[in-house]
């Protein structure tokens, strides 16, 4: 994972984030520094995503007080793909409980493709990780509803929600994702031949393929990031989504598993709990504080946007995101508490 951003300081974990002007520079500073980096690839399995603009970029960052900064294509509306595994794995979490999910779904990066076919194999048919194709088709059986069109009003409803405003359908995106999608359907027949599945395969995959299509904007992504850094509540609209242990539960899932086979190094450079999309959208969580939306639509190889993981590793940096980022505890101030 390249997401050398030079030599910019690490600043501390705090509690808090700088004063509103800072952020708002910082995140137009962000923009300015990755505009120009041409590496990455955009995704062409689905076909139309192959029609997309290399030179897309955005950088969105919501703050849990609802102030949100924005620089670059922040408008642009993107299909949200893998990044919706998240929301809807937070979803199912708030009516399945913990241990539920736990067991069924599992909590393990796979370390191998999206899509693959050999680690449900490997695994003897638990899907492990909900943040690839087999966990989140898994987790998207698990919505409740007594149809699938019920099961999909619960996660358009639920994912505009974190968003707060109504999510729809890039029905282009859906149509060519469905007419493409024969190894999705065939992980799905997988999963039910080993009992993972209790419904009809191809209707969840149909669900799962819709919910891949909403479209959002860099911004959206923010808001919905900052949803999970503010213990459930949209910090915009003001109204709880989940409870505060599913975004915590939510978060550990995507500290280990969010990019894809590469979340060991997400992890090492970025220091936050994030998801990537293959249309090139990229949310990040800094608990607490702020969710990041990026997008740009030109990938590494494994599926993560090459600008927003650069952008969003400069902001970690220069806002002090990193959580595992600490400064030694002063002599002053432990003077101060009598020690
Ligand atoms: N809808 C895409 C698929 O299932 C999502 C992939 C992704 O964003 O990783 O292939």
Not at 33 to 50: F, K, M, N, Q, T
Not at 85 to 92: H, T
Not at 132 to 152: F, K
Not at 263 to 274: A, D, R, T, Y
Request: glycine share 10%; net charge negative.
């Amino acid at each position: 994972m390249d997401v050398d951003v030079g030599d910019v300081a690490q600043q501390a974990y705090t509690g808090g984030l700088p004063e509103w002007t800072e952020v708002e520079s910082l995140v137009e500073a962000a923009y300015r520094r990755c505009r120009s980096e041409s590496g990455g690839v955009v995704a062409d399995y689905i076909p139309v995503l192959a029609q997309a603009d290399p030179d897309w970029f955005a950088v969105c960052v919501a703050e849990v007080d609802g102030s949100v900064h924005a620089a670059g294509d922040a408008g642009i509306e993107f299909s949200i793909q893998s990044i919706s595994k998240a929301f809807v794995y937070a979803l199912v979490c708030e009516s399945l409980g913990h241990d539920a999910v736990a067991d069924r779904i599992g909590v393990n990066n796979t370390g191998l493709p999206f899509n693959s076919v050999i680690a449900i194999e490997l695994n003897d048919g638990h899907p492990m990780n909900p943040m690839v194709n087999a966990g989140a088709i898994a987790t998207t059986a698990l919505v409740p509803g007594a149809t699938s069109v019920e099961r999909w009003s619960a996660i358009e409803s639920g994912l505009s929600e974190f968003a707060g405003r109504p999510l729809q359908v890039d029905e282009t995106v859906y149509q060519s994702e469905a007419q493409t999608n024969q190894r999705n359907r065939a992980i799905a027949r997988l999963l039910e031949s080993y009992g993972r599945i209790d419904l009809d395969p191809l209707e969840v995959v149909d669900v799962y393929t819709r919910q891949c299509s909403l479209r959002v904007t860099a911004t959206d992504l923010a808001v919905m990031g900052a949803t999970l850094a503010d213990g459930g509540v949209n910090p915009v609209t003001g109204r709880r989504v989940v409870s505060a242990g599913v975004c915590r539960d939510t978060l550990a899932i995507l500290a280990s598993t969010g990019a894809y086979e590469r979340s060991g190094e997400w992890l090492f450079e970025i220091g936050l709990p994030g998801k990537s999309g293959v249309a090139g959208g990229l949310v990040t969580i800094a608990p607490g504080k702020a969710g990041i939306g990026t997008f740009s639509p030109p990938l590494d190889p494994a599926g993560n946007s090459v600008r927003g993981q650069r952008a969003t590793a400069y902001l970690s940096r220069v806002l002090g995101l990193n959580i595992f980022a600490s400064q030694a505890h002063t002599l002053a101030a432990r003077r101060k508490d009598g020690r």
